[in-house]
């Protein structure tokens, strides 16, 4: 067996993202968000000019604005305006977008609160969500809650949670004790391994 073929099989499976047929620009969508905040900031009745706002560029969508949010108070208050539009605006992506930002503040009882009321319409978050929750739970030293999470992710998308995720979730397991979960994770890894080969 070839070298490229065995590194082949130690590499976790990875999740591609489907590439959409026509990218938007990453600048128009900034502008969006940056306007959408200061609206959010500024008025108030925001909800008709966040309405004129996505009107004039409807290509985009609810969850590419709320990605690039930073703040917790105005990507809630921008969820709501969608959730409320009852257009199908508050999707799975949109969603996904809220728990990024939410785990960015480490808003842990609201992330509870919107996974669970995405299960209950059966709403599945993206990986790129599920890594933020990883991380954000792991960096608090809630393990076992970010080990529960990684198992979602391997059984929901069929793939591993990002390196970068999956390091934190090592990283807490090994800090907080946890060690025999961290080995059990690595004995498995190893046991596909020694199969494929």
């Known amino acids: 067996m070839s070298k490229k073929n065995l590194l082949s099989l ?13 990218p938007l620009p990453q600048a128009r969508i900034r502008r ?12 108030q009745s925001w909800d008709e000019v966040l309405e004129t706002q996505f009107a004039q560029d409807p290509e985009i969508a609810v969850s590419d604005v ?3 949010i930073r703040d917790v108070k105005l990507g809630l208050m921008l969820f709501i305006w969608a959730f409320r539009r009852n257009d199908g605006s508050a999707n799975a992506s949109t ?7 939410l785990a960015r503040s480490s808003e842990f009882q609201e992330i ?11 709403k599945t978050p993206s990986r790129e969500a599920f890594d933020a929750l990883i991380i954000a739970f792991s960096r608090a030293g809630s393990a076992e809650k970010a080990h529960e999470l990684y198992s979602v992710v391997k059984e ?14 090592l990283s807490a397991l090994i800090a907080y ?20 080969t």
């Open 156 to 169: 929901t998308h069929r793939c591993l949670p990002s390196i970068i995720a999956s390091n934190s979730l």
């Open 32 to 43: 969006l968000a940056e306007n959408i905040s200061e609206i959010l900031k500024t008025h």
């Open 112 to 122: 509870e609160s919107v996974l669970k009321t995405m299960k209950s319409e059966n």
């Open 10 to 22: 130690i590499k976790p499976p990875s999740c591609k993202k489907p590439k959409s047929p026509s």
């Open 66 to 68: 709320l990605d690039r």
């Open 95 to 101: 969603y996904s977008a809220l728990l990024k930002i």
């Open 177 to 196: 004790g946890q060690i025999h979960i961290a080995c059990q994770g690595q004995e498995r890894t190893w046991d596909k391994f020694r199969r494929a």
